[in-house]
């Protein structure tokens, strides 16, 4: 018996001593000291040994399986070090390793733009404000001296909805609305969207970005416009190398809503009035229209002609960021190729 105690003690040793997971190890815990295990057996045996004999013999088997167990927590102890600095190696981060480039997003060159006059004018003490897209025929025309018979109306130049609804053609429909709703001095900006029916090419879009100014008070004039729109025009486009000097050119032109009306230029910032090819030789470049209120639109909204004056002007936005940026596609604002938006 003695013998057969000292034999399951050392091949217990040895089965613990091969064991290599933790599942093993339950696995010859059960074989040894389960119900059906080789120890229980050893003590099942008991009733073969002398009666004399019996109590040493119980110490023995005893003494055997403390030992027993103090080798399967041992163990048991072991194999959890070994799994968790196995665990601990595969999940070690390699600091060396260059990182992964996170690609960034980029705001849109037009979004750009936009952002940029907007903070400008705020600079200058504008209120940005936003106006409809769908407009009725008088914000959009009447109110704005472009009679029934202007050429502006025709179908062939707006989007109509109905009878008397248009997508807005210019956001100089904005201007009614803020001065239908305030009493000078208004001093407000207003970009957005604007819709003509025209064929899409190289420089027009049917749906395109517009910016309109409008400042009404007492005693504004002509030369308030220009210095205003110089300072503008040098700020916007001041990171590009003779920017900030820019000259600026206003030529005689007509519109309905002002009088005196003309179109504004700058001096080519791409050959610095020389003459190239994106100036057409002409050392100008044309960017919108302004002039001075017309007295009849004052009247429109019931203000005073004689005692307020004001200037207006309006400019495409995709007109400003394709000098800005040298783009000279502007159907590549509207692809959403990330190729193209990712340059700016
Ligand atoms: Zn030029």
Same mark, same amino acid.
């Given at each position: 018996?003695?013998?057969?105690?000292?034999?399951?003690?050392?091949?217990?040793?040895?089965?613990?001593?091969?064991?290599?997971?933790?599942?093993?190890?339950? $696995?010859? /815990?059960? !074989?040894? *000291?389960?119900?059906?295990?080789?120890?229980? #057996? &050893?003590?099942?045996?008991?009733?073969? %040994?002398?009666?004399?004999?019996?109590?040493?013999?119980?110490?023995?088997?005893?003494?055997?399986?403390?030992?027993?167990?103090?080798?399967? $927590?041992? /163990?048991? !102890?072991? *194999?959890?070090?070994?799994?968790?600095?196995? #665990? &601990?190696?595969?999940?070690?981060?390699? %600091?060396?390793?260059?990182?992964?480039?996170?690609?960034?997003?980029?705001?849109?060159?037009?979004?750009?733009?936009?952002?940029?006059?907007?903070?400008?004018?705020?600079?200058?003490?504008?209120?940005?404000?936003?106006?409809?897209?769908?407009?009725?025929?008088?914000?959009?025309?009447?109110?704005?001296?472009?009679?029934?018979?202007?050429?502006?109306?025709?179908?062939?130049?707006?989007?109509?909805?109905?009878?008397?609804?248009?997508?807005?053609?210019?956001?100089?429909?904005?201007?009614?609305?803020?001065?239908?709703?305030?009493?000078?001095?208004?001093?407000?900006?207003?970009?957005?969207?604007?819709?003509?029916?025209?064929?899409?090419?190289?420089?027009?879009?049917?749906?395109?970005?517009?910016?309109?100014?409008?400042?009404?008070?007492?005693?504004?004039?002509?030369?308030?416009?220009?210095?205003?729109?110089?300072?503008?025009?040098?700020?916007?486009?001041?990171?590009?190398?003779?920017?900030?000097?820019?000259?600026?050119?206003?030529?005689?032109?007509?519109?309905?809503?002002?009088?005196?009306?003309?179109?504004?230029?700058?001096?080519?910032?791409?050959?610095?009035?020389?003459?190239?090819?994106?100036?057409?030789?002409?050392?100008?470049?044309?960017?919108?229209?302004?002039?001075?209120?017309?007295?009849?639109?004052?009247?429109?909204?019931?203000?005073?002609?004689?005692?307020?004056?004001?200037?207006?002007?309006?400019?495409?936005?995709?007109?400003?960021?394709?000098?800005?940026?040298?783009?000279?596609?502007?159907?590549?604002?509207?692809?959403?190729?990330?190729?193209?938006?990712?340059?700016?």
């Amino acid at each position: 018996m003695q013998e057969q105690i000292q034999q399951l003690e050392e091949r217990a040793s040895q089965r613990l001593h091969e064991v290599a997971s933790l599942a093993d190890l339950e $696995e010859v /815990r059960r !074989a040894l *000291l389960g119900k059906k295990g080789e120890l229980t #057996a &050893l003590l099942r045996g008991m009733g073969g %040994v002398a009666a004399g004999e019996r109590p040493r013999m119980g110490q023995l088997v005893n003494d055997a399986k403390l030992r027993i167990e103090a080798m399967l $927590e041992a /163990r048991g !102890a072991e *194999l959890t070090r070994i799994a968790r600095d196995a #665990a &601990l190696a595969a999940e070690i981060i390699d %600091v060396t390793l260059p990182a992964r480039a996170v690609p960034f997003g980029r705001r849109h060159p037009l979004t750009q733009t936009s952002d940029d006059i907007v903070r400008i004018f705020s600079g200058l003490g504008y209120e940005v404000v936003e106006g409809p897209e769908v407009e009725t025929l008088y914000y959009n025309f009447d109110a704005l001296n472009i009679g029934p018979d202007h050429p502006a109306r025709d179908e062939k130049d707006s989007l109509f909805i109905s009878d008397n609804l248009v997508m807005r053609t210019e956001t100089s429909a904005v201007q009614i609305h803020v001065m239908e709703s305030r009493q000078p001095p208004v001093k407000i900006i207003a970009p957005g969207r604007v819709y003509r029916r025209d064929a899409v090419d190289r420089t027009h879009s049917a749906i395109f970005h517009q910016v309109e100014g409008l400042l009404v008070d007492q005693g504004v004039t002509f030369g308030d416009l220009k210095g205003t729109l110089t300072a503008f025009l040098q700020q916007l486009f001041e990171a590009i190398p003779g920017g900030s000097s820019l000259r600026t050119r206003f030529r005689p032109h007509y519109f309905p809503f002002t009088e005196p009306s003309a179109e504004f230029d700058i001096s080519c910032i791409f050959c610095g009035g020389t003459g190239c090819s994106t100036c057409k030789g002409t050392g100008w470049i044309e960017l919108g229209g302004c002039g001075m209120v017309h007295p009849g639109v004052l009247e429109n909204v019931r203000y005073d002609s004689e005692t307020y004056t004001g200037f207006a002007f309006g400019f495409g936005i995709e007109r400003m960021a394709m000098i800005k940026f040298g783009i000279d596609n502007i159907r590549l604002f509207y692809d959403n190729d990330i190729r193209f938006s990712q340059q700016f």
